[in-house]
C-alpha cells in the first residue's frame, strides 16, 4: 500500500510542477503532462515499468471524454454543422488515413491491416492542444478556427468507429502468439458474455447492448437522476454519474465492444437532459486528472534508446506525417474556400498527430494489429509531432500573420460611394446593432469592416457595407468623415481603437467620437485619447442582467429600475475619479492604496443606494422610472 502512496504523490508533484509551467510558456497542458512523464521516467528514472499497468488504468480517462464529447453533440447543433463536419471534417480523416496508409503499404512494405491502423491513428490531431491555444490565442472566434473545430469534432466522432474498427484487422500470427504467451503465463479468460456464442448470436448480444444503452439511457436515467437529486446530497449525484459512466463502460466490455463507443452513445442520448450540466462539472474533474496520468504515462513510456538509434528515421516520418497533413488540410481549406490566414491556421494547427493516437496505439497492440516495435516507433512519432505543435503556432503568429496583414494594407479597399451622418468602424455584432438602429431611424450611415468575410456576411442580408481597414485615414476621407457628425468606432483592436481615436480626435475635432471599451482601463486610455462617449462592452448587459434577476426574486419593478439607475449613477461617479486616479499613475504617480480605496468606497455607496428605502421618497419615485433620490446624488456629488 505505501508503494502506490509514493507513486501517486510522484506522480502529482510532476504535474503540479510542470503543467503550470508548460501552460505559462505556452506549450499546454497536454505536452505538460508529457514533459512530466519524460522527466520522471526515462531522463530520471524514478518511476519504471508499473507506468503500463497505470496507464491501462489512466485510459478511463478518454472513455470519459468521449461521454463528455457525446453530451455536447445535441443534434440539432450537428445538423447546423453538417456540411464542415462532414465534408471538410470527414474527407481529412479519409484522405489522411488513404496517403498515410499508401505510404506505410508502398513504401515501408507493411501489411494491409497493419498499414491501415497506421492511416487511421495519423488522421486524428490533438484536440486538447489545438482548443487550448486557439483560446489562448484568441482564435476560437476566426474563421480558421472555426473550420479546425469542425475538423476536430469530426475527428473525434470518427475516433468511435476506429475503435469498433481496429479489431477486425487483427494479424493471425500476433493472435497465435498473443495465445501462447497466456497459455504459457496461464493467465486466466476475461469474462465475457459474448465469447462462446454463435455469429448471429452475437449480433444480436451486440444490437442488444447498443439499443439498451440508447432507451435506457432516455428513459431510466431521468427517473434515476431525479431521486438522486431530491435526497440533497451532492456527492450521491457524482456517485451516480460515475455510477453511469462505468456501468456502461462495464457492459461494453463484457460484450466485447469498446467501452468509449458506450460512453459517447450515452452522452449524445444525455445531451438535451435537464442533467447535461450536472453530469459534465462532475465527470469532467475525474476526466481531467485520468487524461493528465494517462499523458504522463505516455512520456514516461517513451523510449529514448529507441530514439537516439533511430533519430533521424522518427524525425523524418514525422516531418513527413506533418507536411503531408497540412498538404492535405491546404487543399480542403481552398476547396471549401478558406482564404488567405485562415487556410494557414487550419493547415498549421492541425497537422501533428493526437492524443487518441495513443490510445489507438495501446488498442491496436491490445487487438493484435500493431506488433510492439513498429507501435514504439509510432509512439515517438506521435510524441514528436505533438511537442512541434506550439512551434507551428508561432510560426503562424510570427511568419504568416503579418505578412497576410501586410498584403491586406496594399490590398485594394473598395470604392466608398456614398456618405452618411454616421460612420461606422467595424461591423461585427455590437457595429451591427448599431447600425440598424441609425438606419430603422432614417440615420444614414458608412459601415466599413477589415474582414472580407464578415462584410460579405452582411451584404447577403441586404445591408450595405464595404471591405476597408478604418484606420487607413485615406479611407476615412473617402468616407466623408468630415462631413459627419458622428464616428462609432466598433473594432476588436484594443490599441488600434485607441490611436484611431487619437487621430480622429487631432484630425477631425468637430466629429464626436464613440467607442466601444472592453474593461475600465481600456476605457480610460480612450478617455485620455479624447473619445466624446464610452460604452463599456459588457457593463449595461450585466446591469441589465442583475436587473432582470431582482425582478425574478421578487422586487417591485419600480424598486428595480431604481436601482439599476442608482447603480448606473454611482459607477459613473466612482469611474471619474477612478480616471483621476488612473491619470496620476500615467503621469509616473504611485497611488496603490488610494486607488483600492477608492474600489472600497464604490463597493459602499452601492450598498447605500440598495438599501435605500424607497417609501420615503413616493414623491420621487412614483412618477415613473427616475434616478436615484436628489438627496442621495447631491451627497455623492460632494464627495
Not at 324 to 341: D, E
Not at 394 to 410: C, E, G, M, T
Not at 455 to 468: A, Q
Amino acid at each position: 500500500m505505501t508503494g502506490y502512496f509514493i507513486q501517486g504523490f510522484i506522480y502529482l508533484v510532476a504535474a503540479v510542477i510542470f503543467v503550470p509551467l508548460a501552460k505559462r510558456l505556452g506549450l499546454g497542458s497536454v505536452l505538460g503532462y508529457l514533459i512530466a512523464g519524460v522527466i520522471i521516467g526515462p531522463l530520471t528514472g524514478i518511476v519504471g515499468q508499473e507506468t503500463i499497468t497505470i496507464q491501462h488504468f489512466a485510459e478511463f480517462g478518454v472513455v470519459m471524454m468521449l461521454f463528455l464529447v457525446g453530451l455536447e453533440l445535441e443534434p440539432k447543433n450537428l445538423w447546423q454543422m453538417r456540411n464542415k463536419l462532414i465534408g471538410l471534417g470527414g474527407m481529412q480523416v479519409v484522405l489522411t488515413t488513404l496517403a498515410v496508409a499508401s505510404i506505410a503499404y508502398f513504401i515501408f512494405s507493411l501489411q494491409a491491416q497493419t498499414s491501415l491502423a497506421i492511416g487511421l491513428l495519423f488522421s486524428l490531431s490533438s484536440t486538447a492542444i489545438v482548443l487550448q491555444t486557439f483560446s489562448e490565442k484568441g482564435l476560437t472566434k476566426t474563421i480558421g478556427g472555426q473550420n479546425a473545430f469542425s475538423v476536430l469534432l469530426m475527428q473525434d466522432i470518427a475516433v468511435i468507429p476506429m475503435l469498433a474498427f481496429i479489431p477486425l484487422l487483427a494479424l493471425p500470427e500476433l493472435v497465435q502468439a498473443s495465445q501462447s504467451l497466456q497459455q504459457a503465463a496461464e493467465h486466466h479468460e476475461e469474462i465475457s458474455l459474448v465469447a462462446h456464442l454463435p455469429g448471429w448470436a452475437y449480433a444480436l448480444t451486440i444490437l442488444a447492448s447498443i439499443t439498451g444503452v440508447c432507451v435506457g439511457g432516455y428513459y431510466l436515467s431521468r427517473p434515476l437522476f431525479h431521486y438522486v437529486a431530491k435526497s440533497g446530497l451532492r456527492e450521491i449525484f457524482v456517485a451516480t454519474a460515475l455510477l453511469l459512466v462505468v456501468g456502461i463502460a462495464a457492459l461494453m466490455s463484457l460484450v466485447g465492444l469498446s467501452p468509449a463507443l458506450g460512453t459517447f452513445l450515452a452522452g449524445v442520448v444525455l445531451a438535451n437532459s435537464e442533467f447535461r450540466h450536472e453530469l459534465e462539472s462532475n465527470i469532467e474533474p475525474f476526466k481531467g486528472l485520468l487524461l493528465g496520468l494517462f499523458f504522463i504515462t505516455v512520456g514516461a513510456g517513451i523510449n529514448f534508446g529507441l530514439l537516439f538509434n533511430n533519430i533521424f528515421t522518427i524525425v523524418a516520418i514525422t516531418l513527413t506525417l506533418m507536411l503531408l497533413k497540412m498538404a492535405i488540410l491546404a487543399g480542403l481549406a481552398k476547396t471549401f474556400k478558406i482564404h488567405k490566414s485562415d487556410t494557414w491556421l487550419v493547415a498549421l494547427s492541425l497537422a501533428q498527430a493526437g492524443e487518441f493516437g495513443f490510445v489507438l496505439l495501446s488498442f491496436s497492440i491490445q487487438n493484435h494489429v500493431l506488433p510492439a516495435d513498429i507501435a514504439s516507433t509510432l509512439q515517438l512519432v506521435v510524441a514528436l509531432s505533438m511537442f512541434l505543435t506550439p512551434l507551428l503556432f508561432i510560426f503562424y503568429d510570427k511568419v504568416i500573420l503579418p505578412r497576410y496583414q501586410q498584403a491586406n494594407q496594399s490590398e485594394d479597399f473598395d470604392d466608398i460611394d456614398t456618405s452618411g451622418c454616421v460612420v461606422i468602424a467595424g461591423a461585427g455584432r455590437f457595429g451591427q446593432i448599431v447600425n440598424r438602429l441609425m438606419i430603422s431611424n432614417d440615420i444614414t450611415t458608412v459601415v466599413m469592416d477589415y474582414e472580407v468575410a464578415q462584410v460579405e456576411n452582411i451584404r447577403k442580408i441586404n445591408v450595405k457595407s464595404y471591405f476597408g481597414d478604418a484606420t487607413r485615414p485615406e479611407l476615412l476621407h473617402t468616407a466623408g468623415l468630415e462631413t459627419a457628425r458622428l464616428f462609432v468606432i466598433a473594432i476588436d483592436r484594443k490599441e488600434e481603437a485607441v490611436e484611431l481615436t487619437k487621430y480622429v480626435t487631432h484630425t477631425y475635432p468637430h466629429v464626436k467620437i464613440l467607442v466601444r471599451a472592453f474593461d475600465k482601463g481600456h476605457s480610460y486610455e480612450l478617455s485620455q485619447a479624447g473619445a466624446d462617449i464610452i460604452v463599456p462592452e459588457v457593463f449595461y448587459s450585466a446591469v441589465e442582467m442583475g436587473a432582470q434577476a431582482l425582478r425574478e426574486m421578487g422586487h417591485h419593478p419600480f424598486d428595480v429600475e431604481q436601482k439599476r439607475n442608482a447603480y448606473i449613477h454611482i459607477d459613473e461617479h466612482a469611474s471619474r475619479h477612478l480616471y483621476e486616479n488612473w491619470l496620476k499613475r500615467s503621469e509616473g504617480e504611485q497611488y496603490g492604496n488610494d486607488f483600492i480605496q477608492l474600489f472600497i468606497e464604490f463597493e459602499d455607496n452601492i450598498i447605500k443606494a440598495m438599501k435605500h428605502d424607497r417609501m420615503e421618497n413616493h414623491d420621487v419615485t412614483e412618477r415613473g422610472w427616475t434616478p436615484p433620490p436628489k438627496d442621495y446624488q447631491d451627497e455623492l456629488d460632494k464627495q
